[in-house]
């Protein structure tokens, strides 16, 4: 992919701006959260194009955002974050992406590294067998249509209701893992053949469940608050809503194409197909997007009873008894309806976050009543040889990025670079020398997912602190992982 050789102006250390006048046509500017260094690899494809192109959507409120993590995508760049009207903007599924919320879920253990690593072996392999993974892979349960449809509705409290988790999982679940705009009348007959069977699998990818020690606390205040202590194992499950979301995107997406010009909607690029959010096109979308949603909380929540009972298992222990609780579960690839304050009046937006993590700060009555005094959880998984960072949302990125910041340290490499940067060299030892051990359904998963694909993390954390979106709590570094 060519460089990007656009206009840049910077703000500050942190802040880069994309003058509307770059391209006729922009409602608005871009601003770019990056460092020097950073600004550089980011200019290496065309995320930033994209950036420019975001900037065209009718009715966008504010700036067409991009946090430190962007890399090329869909329409939208990853790590991208457009904020559109209510009444006059539109939604765009490329702002959300095919793996509708796509997300992250961590547990807390009561247990340390020492309790583990002896059976760390038997822990992998546990999780390998139970939580299916790989392309195409489905879960140990099959969903009939009507029960499917019920949890397109109920999301994790559907899956919760069933006896697959405690009753406290949901509070501790962006919008207690429900949208309330899911509407199953909105899907296709192949979104819901697609999503039978995988509710409770990991999928392919970037997905993973990874066992990771708690290795440096940066704000004990706050980490007391979300249960956080040295050398304490966390497990982090990332994946999304499958098939299922996949065909959702894919059913709109054609929709809206063959729709913008009878709204007159022109845009710079197709994939960023969009009609106004109070259209029957933007309110299908909106309501089958919601259930893609759900149907990830759901994903997340099986996931999280059945690595429980592996830890069961090992351990002869009962999860209560291992501590096994969610610290929190947010996704990064969704669009909601929240309310801000622009320029002194409240205004209904559509939230669009594209690989983007909400953020709130504290004292938002939408979080749960033990992390109202700090702000919401924020999870980072980084590469599966660095480790995940826990932040806390700000006051800050409730002014500036309608309550955003970055969602992972960003690919760097395309997966077909990293396949050939990789070949021939076994990755499974280079990280078992590190001391992670890793299971994954093939080789070639591994190979793409190298730790040289991603962009430092530790890099991209503190330019979000740094520029005040959110602050850090702990690092947790990897001991184990189970690759999609």
Request: contains cysteine; neutral net charge.
């Amino acid at each position: 992919m060519t460089e990007w050789t656009g206009p840049l102006e910077r703000l500050d250390d942190w802040r880069w701006l994309i003058p509307r006048r770059y391209k006729k046509g922009m409602r608005t500017e871009g601003l770019i959260y990056a460092s020097e260094s950073l600004i550089r690899d980011i200019r290496r494809d065309q995320a930033l194009e994209q950036v420019a192109n975001v900037a065209f959507l009718p009715g966008i409120v504010g700036r067409s955002l991009a946090m430190s993590d962007i890399h090329w995508g869909y329409g939208f760049p990853i790590g991208g974050v457009a904020a559109t009207d209510t009444r006059t903007g539109v939604i765009s599924p490329g702002g959300v992406g095919f793996d509708i919320n796509c997300g992250v879920r961590i547990i807390r253990t009561a247990l340390t590294e020492s309790d583990v690593r002896a059976r760390l072996g038997e822990i992998l392999r546990s999780l390998f067998r139970d939580v299916p993974s790989g392309v195409g892979s489905e879960g140990n349960l099959l969903f009939r249509e009507t029960e499917l449809k019920k949890l397109l509705v109920g999301g994790s409290r559907s899956i919760v209701r069933q006896g697959f988790g405690w009753d406290e999982d949901t509070v501790f679940t962006e919008d207690q893992g429900a949208m309330s705009e899911a509407d199953p009348s909105a899907v296709s007959k192949k979104a819901l053949e697609r999503g039978m069977g995988q509710v409770g699998s990991l999928g392919s990818g970037n997905h993973f469940l990874e066992i990771e020690i708690v290795d440096r606390i940066f704000r004990p205040d706050i980490a007391g608050v979300f249960g956080l202590f040295p050398g304490q194992v966390i497990v982090m499950i990332h994946t999304g809503s499958r098939g299922f979301g996949h065909q959702v995107c894919t059913d709109s997406l054609k929709r809206m194409q063959s729709a913008m010009t009878r709204y007159g909607i022109e845009v710079p690029d197709r994939q960023l197909a969009c009609t106004p959010l109070d259209s029957p096109e933007g309110r299908e979308y909106l309501t089958g997007m919601a259930c893609a949603a759900n149907f990830a909380w759901a994903n997340r929540q099986l996931i999280t009873h059945r690595v429980r009972e592996c830890f069961e298992r090992v351990f002869g222990q009962s999860a209560e008894h291992l501590g096994m609780s969610v610290l929190y579960d947010v996704a990064h690839n969704i669009a909601k309806i929240e309310e801000y304050e622009i320029e002194g009046k409240k205004r209904r937006l559509c939230v669009h976050r594209k690989g983007a993590t909400r953020s709130l700060g504290p004292g938002q009555k939408t979080l749960p009543e033990r992390y109202r005094p700090v702000g919401q959880p924020v999870l980072i998984p980084g590469d599966m040889g660095t480790g995940s960072y826990i932040l806390a949302g700000t006051e800050q990125a409730m002014a500036e990025t309608f309550g955003s910041t970055c969602h992972g340290a960003g690919r760097i490499l395309s997966r077909k670079q990293a396949d050939q940067l990789s070949r021939g060299r076994s990755l499974a030892h280079e990280l078992e020398e590190r001391g992670i051990q890793v299971l994954a359904d093939s080789a070639a998963t591994l190979r793409e997912e190298i730790p040289e694909a991603y962009k430092d993390v530790h890099q991209i954390v503190e330019i979000v602190e740094q520029s005040g979106l959110s602050r850090r709590v702990a690092y947790a570094r990897p001991l184990g992982v189970v690759k999609g």
